[in-house]
């Protein structure tokens, strides 16, 4: 293949192309020529040890603590110590890995079975173009309901509902992405997120004797991140049909007939047994899950306190709940169905899942040391604070300030991927910051979580670039960094207007952000 068909523009005509679209193509080109993602995240390691050796000793402190703070270096004897002893313990405890290769298993049994593809026939299929993508990208979206697994589920469901419409697979993976992590923390009922950062916040407020005595709670942004993922629904509708679609490569999913998709679109009695066993499966074990969550002493309630809120087992293990729920349906889906004949059925179902994540593992060795070195280096706190703080001192106050601190976190994403960890570093500086300016907790904690979402897909680095390119890649060989970066720029400037003016809505109208949690103090 020549270097020119390998750089091929993401558009299938040149004479096509608008302006945003050949830079688009150009971004597509300029990513494509990274290296692969795992000499990537090694290039990010050395750069790391090689900037806490030149600013070892660097000294700074977190507001609210008495204790000082420096850049550590690795370059020495303690730290080759560190590298290597923490080599295996880094991948063995890098989050992402057990929830992988958990749903991974569970999923591949539905696949093996058959189960998702007639949900999508049966459920699915009559929804027109419009609503099927608002539909998909509000579920992605809220997606942060079952965290990490949403990454999982729905770019493998996507893509066969989006084939069995004649579309494009690759749309339903981008919408996945899109969705899930720029939409990040938009979502329509409390979830996991929430309970995160507002547990972040209430530390925080120790800080100042103004916000000592107040209260913050997990739906303290409930009510304006409930609207954001109606919102963000609309304009990445918008956006799909105006500027990803036309991007995506022509010819790649053939035109479906009436006839062809009539025929493609039915139910034997043998799949309807299968959703009848499904079904069954379903209403006794969310009934099961249900009993032990609201009844008095039910056992995913917290053992102290009895409650769910903030925390609790079911919180705590929603991922695990759902990986069992989503094994079993698949199997008594199958053994309904006739699709599943023996335990070396489900043994093949889970196998097969697990080799499509192989090369995932490799990438994911050298993340989790990217990671574990700009930790131990001190390296991303130092960043997070002197950034706050030269907006601080520079008396930025009102929508500038607003929109200075959300472009702020979204530059410190690229360095720092986790909403938890960057929020901790964050909250005792904005926190009491906003709190000095008249601005309730609550508020400094939506700005971030603003921030922290909108440039999560144009990440090159992002420990999710992979498991994208993995998806991408049964469908376009070719695939790069570039062609995710490409195709998620449009989806990121949309988000970041769309709430930046949902913003200005909420701060000049003065509307709550949740229950008890107004903008000013």
Same mark, same amino acid.
């Given at each position: 293949?020549?270097?020119?068909?390998k750089?091929?523009?993401?558009?299938?005509?040149?004479?096509?192309?608008?302006?945003?679209?050949?830079?688009?193509?150009?971004?597509?080109?300029?990513?494509?020529?990274?290296?692969?993602p795992?000499l @990537?995240?090694i290039?990010?390691?050395?750069?790391?040890?090689?900037?806490?050796?030149?600013?070892?000793?660097?000294?700074?402190?977190?507001?609210?603590?008495?204790?000082?703070?420096?850049? +550590?270096?690795?370059?020495?004897?303690?730290?080759?110590?560190?590298?290597?002893?923490?080599?295996?313990?880094?991948?063995?405890?890098?989050?992402?890995?057990?929830?992988?290769?958990?749903?991974?298993?569970a999923?591949?049994?539905?696949?093996?079975?058959?189960?998702?593809?007639?949900?999508?026939?049966?459920?699915?299929?009559?929804?027109?173009?419009?609503?099927?993508?608002?539909?998909?990208?509000?579920?992605?979206?809220?997606?942060?309901?079952?965290?990490?697994?949403?990454?999982i589920?729905?770019p !493998?469901?996507?893509?066969?509902?989006?084939?069995?419409?004649?579309?494009?697979?690759?749309?339903?993976?981008?919408?996945?992405?899109?969705?899930?992590?720029?939409?990040?923390?938009?979502? !329509?009922?409390?979830?996991?997120?929430?309970?995160?950062?507002?547990?972040?916040?209430?530390?925080s407020?120790s800080?100042?004797?103004?916000?000592?005595?107040l209260?913050?709670?997990?739906?303290?942004?409930?009510?304006?991140?409930?609207?954001?993922?109606?919102?963000?629904?609309?304009?990445?509708?918008? /956006?799909?049909?105006?500027?990803?679609?036309?991007?995506?490569?022509?010819?790649?999913?053939?035109?479906?007939?009436?006839?062809?998709?009539?025929?493609?679109?039915?139910?034997?009695?043998?799949?309807?047994?299968?959703?009848?066993? &499904?079904?069954?499966?379903? /209403?006794?074990?969310?009934?099961?899950?249900?009993?032990?969550?609201?009844?008095?002493?039910?056992?995913?309630?917290?053992?102290?306190t009895? !409650?769910?809120?903030? !925390?609790?087992?079911? @919180?705590?293990?929603?991922?695990?709940?759902?990986?069992?729920?989503?094994?079993?349906?698949?199997?008594?889906? *199958?053994?309904?169905?006739?699709?599943?004949?023996?335990?070396?059925?489900?043994?093949?179902?889970?196998?097969?899942?697990?080799?499509?994540?192989?090369?995932?593992? +490799?990438?994911?060795?050298?993340?989790?040391?990217?990671?574990?070195?700009?930790?131990?280096?001190?390296? &991303?706190?130092?960043?997070?604070?002197?950034?706050?703080?030269?907006?601080?001192?520079?008396?930025?106050?009102?929508?500038?300030?607003?929109?200075?601190?959300?472009?702020?976190?979204a530059?410190?994403?690229?360095?720092?991927?986790?909403?938890?960890?960057?929020?901790?570093?964050?909250?005792?500086?904005?926190?009491?910051?906003?709190?000095?300016?008249?601005?309730?907790?609550?508020?400094?904690?939506?700005?971030?979580?603003?921030?922290?979402?909108?440039?999560?897909?144009?990440?090159?680095?992002?420990?999710?670039?992979?498991?994208?390119?993995?998806?991408?890649?049964?469908?376009?060989?070719?695939?790069?960094? *570039?062609?995710? /970066? &490409?195709?998620?720029?449009?989806?990121?400037?949309?988000?970041?207007?769309?709430?930046?003016?949902?913003?200005?809505?909420?701060?000049?109208?003065?509307l709550?952000?949740g229950?008890?949690?107004?903008?000013? @103090?």
């Amino acid at each position: 293949m020549s270097a020119q068909r390998k750089n091929k523009e993401i558009s299938p005509t040149d004479s096509s192309s608008t302006t945003f679209n050949r830079f688009l193509e150009k971004i597509e080109r300029i990513g494509n020529a990274f290296p692969h993602p795992f000499l @990537l995240f090694i290039i990010c390691s050395v750069i790391v040890l090689l900037a806490g050796e030149l600013l070892k000793g660097t000294t700074f402190t977190i507001p609210g603590e008495n204790t000082q703070l420096q850049v +550590v270096s690795l370059l020495n004897r303690e730290g080759f110590i560190h590298i290597l002893s923490s080599l295996l313990k880094n991948f063995i405890n890098f989050p992402l890995i057990p929830l992988i290769f958990v749903f991974t298993l569970a999923i591949g049994v539905g696949e093996k079975s058959g189960f998702y593809h007639v949900i999508i026939l049966k459920f699915f299929h009559r929804i027109p173009d419009f609503l099927l993508y608002f539909i998909f990208i509000f579920v992605a979206i809220n997606g942060n309901i079952i965290s990490d697994a949403a990454l999982i589920l729905l770019p !493998t469901i996507g893509s066969m509902l989006f084939i069995s419409k004649g579309k494009n697979p690759l749309l339903a993976i981008m919408l996945s992405y899109a969705g899930y992590l720029a939409g990040l923390s938009a979502n !329509t009922i409390i979830a996991g997120t929430d309970v995160l950062v507002a547990g972040i916040t209430e530390d925080s407020l120790s800080f100042l004797s103004i916000t000592k005595d107040l209260a913050i709670h997990p739906a303290c942004n409930w009510y304006f991140m409930m609207a954001s993922s109606i919102l963000l629904s609309f304009s990445a509708t918008w /956006v799909t049909i105006r500027f990803v679609e036309p991007l995506m490569p022509k010819g790649s999913v053939p035109p479906i007939s009436e006839e062809q998709s009539e025929e493609i679109f039915m139910i034997t009695p043998e799949q309807n047994r299968g959703l009848r066993y &499904a079904l069954l499966t379903t /209403v006794i074990y969310f009934g099961a899950v249900l009993s032990m969550m609201f009844l008095p002493e039910g056992w995913l309630r917290d053992i102290e306190t009895g !409650t769910l809120l903030p !925390t609790s087992p079911f @919180l705590d293990n929603i991922t695990v709940i759902l990986a069992i729920y989503f094994f079993l349906v698949g199997l008594f889906y *199958g053994i309904g169905a006739g699709t599943i004949h023996s335990s070396f059925d489900v043994a093949d179902g889970m196998l097969s899942g697990i080799k499509n994540i192989t090369g995932l593992l +490799v990438v994911f060795f050298f993340a989790a040391q990217f990671v574990d070195y700009f930790s131990q280096t001190n390296l &991303a706190p130092f960043l997070a604070i002197k950034g706050a703080v030269f907006l601080q001192e520079r008396g930025f106050t009102g929508m500038p300030l607003l929109i200075l601190i959300i472009l702020l976190v979204a530059v410190l994403n690229f360095f720092i991927g986790t909403v938890g960890s960057k929020w901790s570093m964050m909250a005792p500086v904005l926190v009491p910051m906003f709190a000095l300016l008249g601005y309730h907790p609550a508020f400094a904690q939506c700005i971030y979580r603003i921030g922290d979402a909108i440039t999560n897909t144009i990440n090159p680095i992002s420990v999710y670039i992979p498991m994208m390119l993995m998806y991408m890649r049964k469908y376009k060989k070719d695939t790069g960094i *570039g062609t995710i /970066v &490409a195709y998620q720029i449009p989806y990121a400037i949309c988000f970041f207007i769309t709430w930046a003016l949902q913003l200005a809505v909420w701060y000049y109208f003065d509307l709550p952000l949740g229950p008890l949690a107004p903008i000013h @103090l």
